[in-house]
């Protein structure tokens, strides 16, 4: 069967573009490494996809007997693992897509026929330092060693040290001939450079497939957002977001907090917002509300509701939710992050949007993206008042003229020496390691119960509510990740001050859950954020009076996402 047939029959497309067809062949030769550099939503996932699952059909795996898809995010995964499960059950339902990452650990060992995974975690089971997987430690890397790795969204890290992990991941696979695809839309020139560098032999595909919709571009003069906290919106684009269907993306999340707050009292419109420090069911149920208010696809049909309504988010719609808004206000943000948010507005073809652009000012206002980046990205802006978003080509030079991401050549030996000796000692803790400059470290969200006990009240009821949360669903559901700066900012403004930690019950094999005050210990130098109470990886609680279901964690103020 052909690569056209494959895509008619089961994936009911029935003229595939050209550079699928291209990356078929190139699978089915096995000419690797290969980087495909592609429009948003011109069917990448499918282009690696389709050719995978025809071996299903042939019942020959030269190309590997299976793949682990890499993406930057969760929330990415989630979504795609579904739409990947979809079309692998229209030729087996005895073909698995599974998820692993830290909200759904369901593939620790990487041998699914399809794992869906995060950067952060392919480099645990590549490096054996995962505590998941027990005394199993080799299981993960033989499973890495048999598979074709995909790295899609491989810009969005934004990241020199984060970059420089993947390149070194990317010679070691490239070195041990384990096929890898990289996939993009927005990568600069200085990256694509920078992580082939050392890589001979990269087969290349580029696209432009044309995108039947518009959006005009202007910019501003005044910041959203004033350094004295007013927002600052001017009356007649209040006037616009009353009657279109609006998404207003800013670039932290306690000023994301202040627009909603703002808008929901000034408007009667449907309103919702959307950033990284909700808890994972919070999220999911403003990511569902946040469907119904603007255009989007159900079953491959568009979906307009009749309403008006306003999502305020964060850089966590930058991918992966697949809505369209008539009206996109944002804040300056880098070349590649404007692209993405671009992609959320006139998504669908014949449409045609609006795109109003605020600077950043003050002292922070930048963060969490570097400020050189964010200059040269508006002054492109204003020097191009032609500017098309919605082409490619234009898009590419934006891109390449606006920013200059690349692995640092240093980190990147560095950590290739770190990644030979994780492998070789089988380091089974995550701590050790790191994909990100900053560690992260867990946040649940606990509502004190009354209960006594010999321990003191507060840590008895935190602890009950916990146990509360046990018998109704997971610690997961009530949880959210983020930057050990940011906890260690919460900590020292008296946010929060317990920690939840696992202990074995006496005379039993039984983990409990146990409340530490962290205020009896002393920490090592308070001063300079060095206090070994807030450490990556572990977990701390914040009771639920500080935590609101609509806004998230009350007083958030930092500037990290």
């Known amino acids: 069967m052909n690569a056209s047939e494959f895509y008619k029959q089961f994936f009911d497309i029935s003229q595939p573009h050209k550079f699928q067809l291209d990356v078929f062949e190139k699978f089915l030769s096995r000419e690797f490494p290969l980087l495909i550099k592609a429009p948003s939503g011109s069917g990448k996932t499918e282009a690696v996809i389709a050719p995978f699952l025809s071996q299903f059909i042939a019942n020959d795996f030269s190309i590997a007997p299976r793949m682990i898809y890499v993406l930057p995010m969760r929330v990415l995964a989630n979504t795609l693992a579904e739409r990947i499960q979809n079309y692998a059950n229209r030729i087996s339902r005895d073909i698995t897509v599974k998820i692993q990452h830290g909200d759904h650990p369901l593939s620790p060992y990487f041998i699914s026929d399809i794992v869906v995974t995060t950067l952060d975690q392919f480099l645990y089971g590549f490096a054996r330092a995962s505590q998941q997987v027990g005394h199993h430690i080799d299981v993960p890397l033989g499973s890495i060693a048999s598979s074709i790795v995909v790295f899609d969204e491989a810009h969005m890290y934004r990241d020199e040290f984060t970059f420089s992990i993947m390149r070194a991941l990317m010679e070691i696979l490239n070195a041990s001939n384990i096929p890898f695809v990289i996939m993009t839309a927005t990568m600069p020139e200085t990256l694509e450079e920078s992580l082939f560098e050392n890589i001979n032999g990269c087969q290349r595909i580029f696209t432009d497939i044309p995108i039947n919709s518009q ?190 991401y690349r692995a640092n050549d240093f980190e990147a030996a560095d950590t290739l020496i770190d990644l030979f000796e994780c492998v070789l000692y089988a380091d089974q803790k995550p701590e050790n390691i790191q994909i990100r400059k900053h560690k ?111 806004t998230g964690v009350e007083k958030d103020a930092s500037e990290f996402i």
């Open 215 to 404: 959006v005009d571009i202007t910019v501003e003069n005044k910041p959203l957002y004033s350094e004295s906290e007013e927002i600052n919106i001017p009356e007649n684009i209040f006037e616009k977001i009353r009657n279109k269907k609006t998404l207003i993306v800013v670039n932290q999340v306690k000023r994301a907090q202040k627009v909603y707050k703002e808008l929901k009292n000034r408007f009667e419109n449907q309103i919702v917002l959307l950033h990284s420090r909700f808890t994972r069911l919070d999220r999911e149920k403003h990511e569902k509300q946040a469907l119904t208010m603007l255009p989007h696809k159900q079953q491959g049909q568009v979906i307009l509701p009749e309403s008006t309504g306003i999502v305020v988010s964060t850089q966590v719609l930058e991918a992966g939710i697949d809505f369209s808004a008539e009206l996109l206000i944002t804040e300056e943000a880098p070349a590649d992050a404007l692209v993405q948010r671009a992609g959320r507005c006139a998504r669908y073809p014949g449409e045609k949007g609006e795109m109003i652009i605020f600077p950043v000012k003050g002292d922070k206002a930048h963060l969490p993206y570097d400020k050189d980046c964010l200059s040269r990205t508006m002054k492109y802006l204003k020097q191009n008042n032609y500017f098309n978003i919605k082409d490619f080509h234009q898009v590419c030079d934006f891109v390449n003229k606006s920013l200059d």
């Open 440 to 550: 992260s470290a867990k946040v649940i969200i606990v509502e004190a119960r009354n209960g006594g006990g010999k321990r003191k009240v507060k840590e008895t009821q935190l602890e009950n509510g916990i146990k509360e949360i046990l018998e109704i669903g997971k610690l997961g559901d009530f949880s959210f990740d983020v930057d050990i700066n940011v906890l260690w900012g919460w900590f020292k403004s008296g946010l929060f001050q317990y920690e939840l930690v696992w202990e074995k019950k006496e005379n039993s094999e039984k983990f409990v859950p146990v409340v530490r005050n962290l205020v009896d210990k002393k920490g090592k130098n308070p001063e300079k954020g060095e206090d070994p109470r807030i450490r990556p990886f572990s977990t701390y609680i914040i009771e639920k009076s500080y935590y609101d279901e609509t």
